[in-house]
Every structure is written in C-alpha cells, then in structure tokens.
C-alpha cells in the first residue's frame, strides 16, 4: 500500500524523495524567474512543496503525477484553484502537442525530477524545445554534472552532446540529502536549462550526428580515427577522405571523443554527410 494510517509512502519505482527544505524549495522557484503569464510545467509534483509556490506566481501550472494517492492529495490541496491542472500519468507517455494544446507561448519546466527518470526526463526536453523555453530541475549530482561537462571531462558523453546543441545549461546549487524525506544515498542539484527552438549549430542532420557521436563514444577510450574512420569506409568512403574529414574540422585523428567540443562534433558529421551523399549519388549514376 501506498498510503498507510494516512500517510503516504514513498515507492521506489517511482523514485521517490520529496524536498521537504522550504529554503531550497524557495530558491528553485526564484531561480525560474516566473512572469504572471507563464504556464509552468511541473514534473512529479509529489506532496506539493514547488506547486504551491508555483501557484501563486504562474498563470496556470501544468502538474504531471503518476501516483494516484499523491493525485488525490495534489488534488485535495489545489483542485479548487483555477490555476492549477493536474493529469495523473506518465509524463513520457504524453502528447506534448496535446498537453500543450491551450498554451499560446513557450513553457517553463520546473520540477525535481525522480531520479529514475532524468536522461528520459532530459530527452523529452530536447524534443519539445519547441513548447519549452526553459527548465529549472534538481537531479542526482553526478547527473547534473553529465549534463554541464565540459569537453576534457570524464563526465562529458552523449547527452552533455545532445543538450549542447539547444540548451544553455549552470548549475545553480547542491542540496544536501537532509533536505529530503526519504533521504536520499546522494548529493542533488539544482540546474538552469535555456532552450532554444534552434540549434546553436549548422546542423545537416540530426539523425548522422546522433549515430555519429553514438559511434564514437560507445568506446571513449578509442581514437576517433580507431571508430569513425572504420564507420566513414562502411558508408562507401574512401580511408583517405575518412580521414579528410577529421582533418577538415580541425580534429586530430588520435583524439578521443571526450576532448572533442560539439561545435566539432558537428563540422564532422557535416562534412561526413555532405560526402555521403555526394557517394551515393555517385553510385546510383553508376
């Protein structure tokens, strides 16, 4: 049972550990910034602590929960207000384009996220930058520090990649496990993601930079002339205009795709896309 004597329980699989700190919760809703005519989009909304500061600020807050005790206590506190909607469900099971559907403007995210659900969580903002305008969240540390990495860093990977191409992201605190019930085993902290409808980069082709740097960082010990060269030969080009290609963007074929900045990452899988299929044209004449 999720409610006993009245009292909710945490359940693991939902990932559960709700801020009980009204300092830290006072600071994550100041960091949003949140304007009259915001609606505000709030992930895992729990017991209420961010919903209630949210409320009083925003238009309308948007609250996805997927426990149906805390739905009926979210919905028990704010239901009368006309500014808040809640949907009971999975928030990665839903249409953005229907959830959505009344806002006239883009959104701002701010939630802390269960933490069995943040590079989802993340995935799903990129997605929708489209609604999205900005994202105050609190994650595991470790994650946090993934999602900002700089190029050099063991941290820096896949998604540090994927958020650089739209977002700009900085930390805004560390929040300690007494600040949550149950406690969690780690450090969280709260980021600042700004999301643009746009990439910051020239990008040809999301999908050969997505299996490009996939490629690559499915073994980060390698040398990129060790995995994309072999890659660039399989897709019908020569080894030696594989490796034009690294040259071209300025990257030395001995690097290893943590020291690689996107900006980088994209002059190759432009290029690696501008010969391909200037290849397969080629073959198909033949």
Known sequence: MAVVNGKHIPRKRFGQHFLINEHIADRI??????????????????????????????RTVIAVEIDRDLSALLRSRFGRDERF??????????????LFRD???????VSNIPYNISAPIIEFLIRNRAHIAEAVIMVQKEVAERFLADPGSKKYGLTTLNLALCARGRKIMEVKPGAFKPEPKVMSTVISLVLTEQYHYPLVSE????????????????????????FFVSNGIT???????????????KSRPESVDVSD?????????????????AESRQ
């Open 29 to 58: 809703v100041e960091s949003a910034s949140i304007e009259p005519d915001d609606t505000v989009l709030e992930i895992g909304p729990g017991k209420g602590i961010l919903t209630e500061r949210l409320i009083g600020l925003a």
């Open 85 to 98: 909607r809640l949907i009971e469900s999975d928030i990665l099971t839903l249409d953005p384009d229907e």
């Open 103 to 109: 806002v006239s403007s883009r959104i701002k995210v």
């Open 207 to 230: 999908t050969v930079f997505r299996t490009l740097t996939g490629i690559a960082f499915r073994q980060r010990r390698k040398m990129l002339r060790n995995t994309l060269i072999p």
């Open 239 to 253: 080894k030696q205009q594989a490796l034009d290609i690294l040259l071209s963007a300025g990257i030395d074929p």
């Open 265 to 281: 990452f994209v002059k190759i899988c432009n290029a690696f896309a501008t010969q391909h299929s200037g290849s397969t044209a």
